[in-house]
T-cell receptor, first 113, second 113 residues
Framework: EDQVTQSPEALRLQEGESSSLNCSYTVSGLRGLFWYRQDPGKGPEFLFTLYSAGEEKEKERLKATLTKKESFLHITAPKPEDSATYLCAVRRAGGTSYGKLTFGQGTILTVHP | DAGVTQSPTHLIKTRGQQVTLRCSPKSGHDTVSWYQQALGQGPQFIFQYYEEEERQRGNFPDRFSGHQFPNYSSELNVNALLLGDSALYLC????????????FGEGSRLTVL
């Protein structure tokens, strides 16, 4: 069974203090690793898709990287508006996987001014 | 362009009752997935609909059923409600050629008393 574990569960940063979130995964054939952002009371919002080890994607202050066992979401000089829960998910390869994503439990990021 | 819309946003039911949740996908999307998100947890896959058929199902009992209509909108039905069914129910739409990039609605918050 596919498994996704995120750490830490919660992270408090000062504005401008860079850090990284971790996503460890076990999947039988990776067909994509996805990062989402979720604000309180809202549905998740898509951020990145990574397909193969060594791949990197960037968006504003966020950079996602992928290895064969884990992914990191690096946050550079965060601002209070970056506060949210960040979710990692994987999609398994194979003809019957279609669009099912297996999510981790999320990391709650709080950035203090 | 309207995104994914869900209704109702909040509802309260008692044990044993039945509930129907509704979802309209983002314009241009033909695939609808439903996820259950318990408090403090990541979303869990319930099932996915494509071309009005259930294409894939997660580990949820038969009490959970769904439907997709010709206009791609979808319903999630839950029978014989249990206290443990209390959660945020998220609808996500996607395009067939990009199944991992999900667009989520804001969810329906179900409380079972």
């Amino acid at each position: 069974e596919d498994q996704v574990t995120q750490s830490p569960e919660a992270l408090r940063l000062q504005e401008g203090e860079s850090s990284s979130l971790n996503c460890s995964y076990t999947v039988s054939g990776l067909r994509g690793l996805f990062w989402y952002r979720q604000d309180p009371g809202k549905g998740p919002e898509f951020l990145f898709t990574l397909y193969s080890a060594g791949e990197e994607k960037e968006k504003e202050r966020l950079k996602a990287t992928l290895t064969k066992k884990e992914s990191f979401l690096h946050i550079t000089a965060p601002k209070p508006e970056d506060s949210a829960t960040y979710l990692c998910a994987v999609r398994r390869a194979g003809g019957t996987s279609y669009g099912k994503l297996t999510f981790g439990q999320g990391t709650i990021l709080t950035v203090h001014p | 362009d309207a995104g994914v819309t869900q209704s109702p946003t909040h509802l309260i039911k008692t044990r044993g009752q039945q509930v129907t949740l509704r979802c309209s996908p983002k314009s241009g999307h033909d695939t609808v997935s439903w996820y259950q998100q318990a408090l403090g947890q990541g979303p869990q896959f319930i099932f996915q609909y494509y071309e009005e058929e259930e294409r894939q199902r997660g580990n949820f009992p038969d009490r959970f059923s769904g439907h997709q209509f010709p206009n791609y909108s979808s319903e999630l039905n839950v029978n014989a409600l249990l206290l443990g069914d209390s959660a945020l129910y998220l609808c996500a739409s996607s395009q067939t050629g990009n199944p991992g990039e999900l667009f989520f609605g804001e969810g329906s918050r179900l409380t079972v008393l």
